[in-house]
C-alpha cells in the first residue's frame, strides 16, 4: 500500500512539472503580456524598463526557469491587476469557495443517493418517474441557466433571498466564514443550491443505474432466499456495493464542481476563487491565471488519489491485488 | 431438526405450477403445469436440460420470481399452508426459515464486498435478533458441518479469498443456519470442479439426513442427482414428463426423453463408438407446440402425440407419454450393467 | 422410424428493428424525439421563416429594442417573442442561435468522436509504449475539469465559431478516446480478432474494419451525453463573453446580454431564449437516455 501511494506521488509531482509548463507556456506565450501592466500611451523608454523588470524580454523557458525557481518558494508572482501577491490572493478568496462547494456536495450526496436508490429500487412507481425527470432537468440545463432562474424566481419574484453578494461573515482564525451568520446563509443558500443541482442529478442517476443493476443479480435474489428483508437488502447490500463507483464519481466531481463554481459566482457575485480566475482571465491578468491553473490541477491530483485510496479500501477485491 | 408432519401429510405439495414470462417476443410458459410432492426427510432429484423450467420451478416455490415473469397458476403448499399469494412479509418469514435455497455460482450469489462473517449474521439477524456471541457460535458450527477447515479464519474472510468449493459450502452453510425444512439447491455443484463436486455430494447426504431436512436438487446432470435422489423427476419444456423411485427411473424408463438422456450419460457410452444424442433441440418456450413438446424429436413419436398427452400414474411411478417405453424397456434394462 | 422435424421457433427481427421497437414503447422518448426534430426544422428553415436576420446588424432598428412580447416593431411586423437590447427581434435571434448550437454541437461533437475514437482504438489494439503514452496523455487530460479547459482555451484563442470548436472538441475528444480504449482493450484479446490477424488484412483494417464496429455501443452512449454537454459548453462560455462574437450571438449571449434587464422586470430578453436552450438539451438527454438504457448489457433480463 505504502509503495503504491509512494509512486502515484512520484507520478503526481511529473504530471505537475508537465502542467506548469504545459500552463505557462500557454497564457505567457499568447498575446503580449507588457499589455495589461502599462497603459499603450507611455513612452519607448518607460516601456523597456518596465519589460525588462518582469523578464518579457527573456526567451519563453528561462522565464518558465525563473518562474520554477520562484515556485519553489511559495513565490507565484504579483497579480498584475490587484499588485498584491497572488498566492494571498487566491487564499483570501478561497474560503467562500469552499464553503458553497462544500455545502453543495454535501447536499447533493445526502439527498441524492437516497433518492436515486429508490428510484432504483421501483423503478415503475410515479414517484421514481418524476425523481428522473427531474434529474434529467437537472443533468442537461446549463448550471448558469438554473442559477439565473433562482434568482429571477426567489430574489425578484418572491423576494425571499438576496440575489448576490456574499453576506455578512464571522471571523474565525482569520478567516472569514458565512455560513455561521444567518444573513451568511441566506446569501450561501442559492449559490449552494445551484451549484449542487448538477451533482444531484447525477448522484440520483448514478445511484438509480447502480441500484437496478444489482437488485437483478443473484447476490440479491440469495438475499432475499435467505429472508433477508427489503431494508436490508438496500442498506447492508446494495449501498455497499454501488459505493465503489460512487465514490469514484464523488471525488472526480467534486472537483468538477469547483470548477463549476466559475460560472455560479459570476451569477451570483459571489468573492470566491472562481470569480478571481473569471475575472483575471478577461483582463489578462496572467500570474492569477498560471497559479489558479495549478493549484486546480494539483486539487485533481489530490482528488485522484484519494479516490484510488478509497478505492482500494472499499473493493476488497483490489487488495490482493496491489500489495502484489 | 425439522419435525415431522404429524397428519401424515407431504412436507411441500406443489399442484398444477404455471409461471409464465411476458416479454415482447411473447409469453414463455417456463412452468406449464407441474404437480409433485415432497415428503419430511426425503431427497428428490429436478432433472432436465437448460431451459426445462426446473430452475423456475424451484424460485416459484420460493416466489422468487422478479417481473416479467410471473406464477400465473397452480398452488405450491408448505406443511398444508399456501405459498402463493401469501403477504410479503409472511413469504419473508418463511424464507431461509423454513426452505431456504443455494444457488449455481456462489462467486455471484455471496457478496464480494462483505466479509464471511457479515454475510452470515444478515442471514441470522433476518430471523430474529441473536447476540453478537450466538451469531458467531451459530456460524462457526455451521462452517464446520458443512466441512469447512478452520472455520474462524474463513469465517474473517471475503469471497473471493476462498476457492470456489469453499465457497459453495458458505453458501450451503448458510442455507442450514436457520435449520430450514426444505432446501432447494439449483445446479449448486455445477460451477465447480469435477472433484470437489464428488465431496459436496457426499457431505450434502451426510447433511441431509443427519438434519432431517428434505431436499430439491435441481441438475441437469443425471448421474450426479442419482447418487444422491431417492425419488426423480424428470422435465421438459416447463412439463414434468416422468417421476419415479430413482433406481426404477434409471433401469426402466417410460418416457423415451428418460431414455434419451440416459443412454447419452458419457459412462454409458461403449468405448470407441460415438456418444448417443438426443437429435434436434428443445422448442423455444415461447412457441410450444400443441401436442407433446417432445414430439419432434421423438422416434416413437406417432399420430396421437399431436394431441398433449395426460399424466399417466402408476404406483410411484408417473409419466406423461401416449407411446412410453414398455416390456421393450425393461428388457434392455437386463442386459446392461 | 418418423425423421425427426425441427420445430419452428418464434418469428426473429433484425436488431435494429427490435431496438426501434424497444425505443418506441417508452412514449418519454418517442416525444422527445419529435420535438427534437421539430426544433431541428425550425432552426435548419430560420432564414425562411423569421422576419429578420438579427445579425445583419443593418436591419436592427434601435429604437424598438427591450420590448415586450407582442409588440409591433418600425420595420412593421410583430416581435412575437419581444426583442433584445440591441433591438434584434427575440423570434428571429433564438432560431438562428438554435442553428449556432446544433452546428457548432454536432460538429464539435463529431470531430471530437473521430479524433478520440480513432486515437482510443488506435492505443487500444497497437498497445506497447504508444498506447501507454497516449493514454497517459488522456488520464491526464481527463482528470481536469472540461469547462475550466474549454474556458482557458476559448480565452486564448480568441472569438468565433472555429476557435470556439476547437476549444470545445479540445475539451470533449479525451472522453471518447476513453471509452474506445476500453472498448478496443477487451476487443483485442477476443478470437475473432487473431483470425481476422492471421490474414493478410493489414493492421488497420483489422482495427477500424472489425474492431471498431465492435467497440460502437459504448461509443454511441458517451455520443449522446457529450452531444448534450458540447451545447451547453457553448452556452456557458457564450454567457460569460468567451464564445461567439456580440455580431452573431448564440443563445449563451442572448441570455448573457438579457441577464442585466431580468432584475427590472424585462424578463424575456434571457428567459425565452433560455427555454429554447433547455428544450434542446433536455430532448437530446431524454432521447440519450433512452437509447443509452436499452445498450446497457447489464440491465437485459
Known amino acids: 500500500m505504502l509503495a503504491f501511494i509512494l509512486q502515484r506521488l512520484m507520478q503526481a509531482f511529473v504530471v505537475m512539472m508537465v502542467i506548469s509548463a504545459l500552463v505557462f507556456t500557454g497564457v505567457y506565450a499568447v498575446g503580449n503580456p507588457i499589455d495589461v501592466l502599462i497603459s499603450p500611451d507611455v513612452t519607448q523608454q518607460i516601456r523597456e524598463q518596465t519589460i525588462k523588470a518582469y523578464g518579457f524580454d527573456q526567451p519563453l523557458w528561462r522565464q518558465y526557469l525563473t518562474f520554477l525557481q520562484r515556485l519553489a518558494v511559495g513565490d507565484f508572482g504579483r497579480s498584475f491587476v490587484y499588485n498584491m ?72 419574484n418572491l423576494g425571499v433571498l438576496p440575489a448576490g453578494g456574499r453576506g455578512e461573515t464571522v471571523s ?17 443558500f442559492l449559490p449552494s443550491l445551484n451549484l449542487a443541482l448538477f451533482k444531484l442529478s447525477l448522484m440520483i442517476r448514478l445511484s438509480r443505474a447502480g441500484t437496478r443493476e444489482i437488485m437483478l443479480t443473484d447476490t440479491v435474489r440469495f438475499a432475499r432466499a435467505a429472508g433477508e428483508s427489503e431494508a436490508t437488502i438496500l442498506g447492508r447490500h446494495i449501498l455497499r456495493l454501488i459505493a465503489i463507483p460512487l465514490v469514484t464519481v464523488f471525488g472526480l466531481e467534486f472537483g468538477s464542481t469547483l470548477a463549476f463554481a466559475v460560472v455560479t459566482e459570476t451569477i451570483f457575485s459571489w468573492p470566491g476563487v472562481g470569480k478571481l480566475i473569471i475575472d483575471s482571465i478577461s ?42 | 431438526m425439522s419435525a415431522p408432519t404429524g397428519n401424515g401429510l407431504p412436507l411441500l405439495q406443489v399442484r398444477d405450477l404455471a409461471t409464465h414470462f411476458t416479454t415482447r417476443a411473447g409469453v414463455g410458459k417456463a412452468v406449464d403445469g407441474v404437480s409433485f410432492d415432497v415428503h419430511a426427510g426425503e431427497i428428490i432429484g429436478l432433472v432436465g436440460e437448460s431451459g426445462s423450467g426446473k430452475s423456475v420451478t424451484g424460485y416459484s416455490i420460493l416466489g422468487l420470481i422478479d417481473p416479467p415473469g410471473r406464477i400465473d397458476a397452480g398452488s405450491v403448499r408448505l406443511d398444508g399452508q399456501e405459498l402463493i399469494g401469501l403477504s410479503r412479509s409472511k413469504l419473508r418469514a418463511l ?137 426423480l423427476l424428470v422435465m421438459y419444456a416447463g412439463r414434468l414428463i416422468e417421476e419415479g423411485l430413482t433406481a426404477d427411473v434409471l433401469r426402466r424408463p417410460r418416457h423415451p426423453y428418460t431414455q434419451g438422456l440416459i443412454d447419452s450419460l458419457p459412462s454409458r457410452a461403449e468405448p470407441g463408438r460415438d456418444l448417443v444424442q438426443i437429435p434436434g433441440s428443445a422448442p423455444s418456450l415461447f412457441a410450444l407446440p400443441a401436442g407433446c413438446a417432445f414430439q419432434a424429436r421423438c422416434t416413437h413419436a406417432t399420430a396421437i402425440c399431436d394431441t398433449a398427452p395426460d399424466q399417466t400414474r402408476d404406483g410411484t411411478r408417473t409419466w406423461r407419454c401416449h407411446n412410453p417405453l414398455g416390456p421393450l424397456a425393461d428388457r434392455r434394462a437386463g442386459t446392461t450393467a | 422410424m418418423s425423421v425427426p422435424v425441427s420445430a419452428p421457433g418464434p418469428v426473429t427481427r433484425s436488431p ?20 427534437l426534430v421539430a426544433i431541428i426544422l425550425l432552426a435548419v428553415a430560420a432564414p425562411l421563416i423569421t422576419p429578420q436576420n438579427p445579425y445583419d446588424l443593418a436591419s436592427l432598428v434601435l429604437s424598438d429594442a427591450r420590448r415586450p412580447p407582442g409588440y409591433v416593431g418600425a420595420k412593421g411586423f410583430t416581435h412575437w417573442l419581444g426583442t ?15 442553428q449556432i ?56 484563442l480568441g472569438q468565433g465559431k472555429w476557435q470556439l470548436i476547437a476549444a470545445l472538441v479540445t475539451a470533449q475528444y479525451a472522453y471518447f ?97 433560455g427555454v429554447a436552450l433547455i428544450a434542446l438539451i433536455v430532448v437530446i438527454n431524454l432521447v440519450g437516455d433512452q437509447i443509452r438504457d436499452q445498450l446497457n448489457p447489464r440491465l437485459k433480463r
Open chain 2, 95 to 231: 424464507r431461509g426459515k423454513r426452505i431456504a435455497m443455494v444457488f449455481q455460482d456462489p462467486m455471484s450469489t455471496l457478496n464480494p464486498v462483505l466479509k464471511v462473517s457479515r454475510q452470515m449474521a444478515l442471514a441470522l439477524q433476518a430471523h430474529g435478533s441473536p447476540s453478537p456471541d450466538e451469531i458467531r457460535r451459530r456460524s462457526l458450527e455451521a462452517l464446520a458441518k458443512v466441512g469447512i477447515p478452520d472455520p474462524e479464519r474463513r469465517l474473517a474472510s471475503y469471497p473471493h479469498e476462498l476457492s470456489g468449493g469453499m465457497r459453495q459450502r458458505v453458501a450451503i452453510a448458510i442455507a442450514f443456519l436457520n435449520n430450514p425444512d426444505l432446501v432447494i439447491c439449483d445446479e449448486p455443484t455445477t460451477a465447480l470442479d469435477v472433484s470437489i463436486q464428488a465431496q459436496i455430494l457426499v457431505e450434502m447426504k451426510t447433511l441431509v439426513r443427519e438434519a432431517g431436512v428434505s431436499l430439491i436438487w435441481i441438475s441437469h446432470d443425471l448421474a450426479t442427482v442419482s447418487v444422491l435422489a431417492k425419488r
Open chain 3, 177 to 273: 478516446a476513453r471509452t474506445a480504449h476500453g472498448a478496443a482493450t477487451a476487443e483485442r484479446s477476443k478470437d475473432y480478432v487473431e483470425a481476422a490477424l492471421s490474414t493478410p488484412l493489414s493492421l488497420g483494417r483489422v482495427a477500424f474494419r472489425h474492431v471498431l464496429p465492435n467497440c460502437l455501443p459504448p461509443l454511441i452512449v458517451v455520443a449522446t451525453v457529450q452531444i448534450a454537454n458540447s451545447i451547453a459548453l457553448e452556452a456557458t462560455l457564450s454567457f460569460l463573453g468567451l464564445g461567439m462574437p456580440v455580431s452573431e450571438p448564440s443563445l449563451g449571449m442572448l441570455i448573457a446580454n438579457g441577464f442585466q434587464y431580468m432584475l427590472s422586470g424585462r424578463y424575456w430578453i434571457s428567459i425565452y431564449p
Open chain 1, 172 to 188: 474565525i482564525w482569520g478567516v472569514e466564514w458565512s455560513f455561521l451568520t444567518l444573513n451568511g446563509l441566506t446569501h450561501m
Open chain 3, 84 to 98: 433584445d437590447a440591441q433591438g434584434r427581434d427575440l423570434y428571429s435571434a433564438i432560431l438562428y442561435g438554435l
Open chain 1, 85 to 156: 501577491p497572488v498566492l494571498s490572493l487566491i487564499l483570501s478568496r478561497l474560503p467562500a469557495t469552499l464553503e458553497i462547494t462544500l455545502a453543495a456536495v454535501l447536499g447533493a450526496t445526502l439527498i441524492g443517493i437516497p433518492l436515486g436508490m429508490y428510484a432504483g429500487y421501483a423503478p415503475d412507481s410515479f414517484l421514481s418517474k418524476v425523481i428522473m425527470v427531474v434529474s434529467v432537468l437537472g443533468f442537461s440545463v446549463p448550471t448558469f441557466w438554473i442559477g439565473l432562474l433562482l434568482i429571477f424566481t426567489f430574489a425578484v
Open chain 1, 283 to 324: 483582463t489578462l491578468d496572467r500570474p492569477v491565471m498560471v497559479a489558479y491553473l495549478m493549484l486546480v490541477a494539483l486539487l485533481f491530483i489530490v482528488i485522484n488519489l484519494t479516490v484510488d485510496i478509497a478505492y482500494v479500501a472499499l473493493d476488497p477485491r483490489l487488495r490482493a491485488r496491489k500489495t502484489t
Open chain 3, 101 to 156: 448550437s446544433l452546428q457548432i454541437g454536432l460538429m464539435a461533437g463529431a470531430i471530437a468522436f473521430s479524433l478520440g475514437a480513432g486515437l482510443g482504438t488506435l492505443a487500444g489494439f497497437v498497445g506497447g509504449r504508444l498506447e501507454t503514452l497516449i493514454m497517459r496523455i488522456i488520464d491526464l487530460q481527463l482528470s481536469f475539469p472540461a469547462i475550466l479547459l474549454a474556458l482557458v482555451l476559448a480565452a486564448l
Open chain 3, 16 to 35: 435494429f428493428r427490435m431496438f426501434l421497437g424497444e425505443f418506441m414503447e417508452s412514449r418519454v422518448s418517442v416525444a422527445a424525439v419529435i420535438v
